[in-house]
């Protein structure tokens, strides 16, 4: 079993940065690949952005890529989104997930957190 938390989430304005942090215990953390996902009010969850194990391969949905950064340090158990030029359709919750595959779908992940809010202002 793996424990994920989330932090890092909250309210700033278009255009600003946010660094959310994703701490994990448990498990052995660099077994895993790690994602983030959002989700907006009325809305389905999507992907945003996965790392695999050894954190040498990132990938991004198209919405948030050259402006997102996933990253991870493994000595820390803890797994990062650096997001940059925030606009309001980036407000959603963010959730972090763990799993044996290096995907971009939900399934392929199997431990999710419980979400940070982030809210981006016009």
């Known amino acids: 079993q793996v424990q994920l938390v989330e932090s890092g989430g909250g309210l700033v304005q278009a255009g600003d940065s946010l660094r959310l942090s994703c701490a994990a215990s448990?498990?052995?953390?660099?077994?895993?690949?790690m994602g983030w996902f959002r989700q907006a009010p009325g809305k389905e969850r999507v992907f945003v952005a996965a790392i695999n194990r050894s954190g040498n391969s990132t990938y991004y949905a198209d919405s948030v890529k050259g402006r997102f950064t996933i990253s991870r340090d493994n000595a820390k158990d803890t797994v990062y989104l650096q997001m940059n030029s925030l606009n309001p359709e980036d407000t959603a919750v963010y959730y972090c997930?763990?799993?044996?595959?290096?995907?971009?779908?939900?399934?392929?992940?199997?431990?999710w957190g419980h979400g940070t809010q982030v809210t981006v202002s016009s």
């Open positions: 448990g498990r052995t953390f660099s077994s895993y690949a």
């Open positions: 997930a763990g799993g044996p595959e290096y995907g971009h779908f939900d399934y392929d992940f199997k431990y």
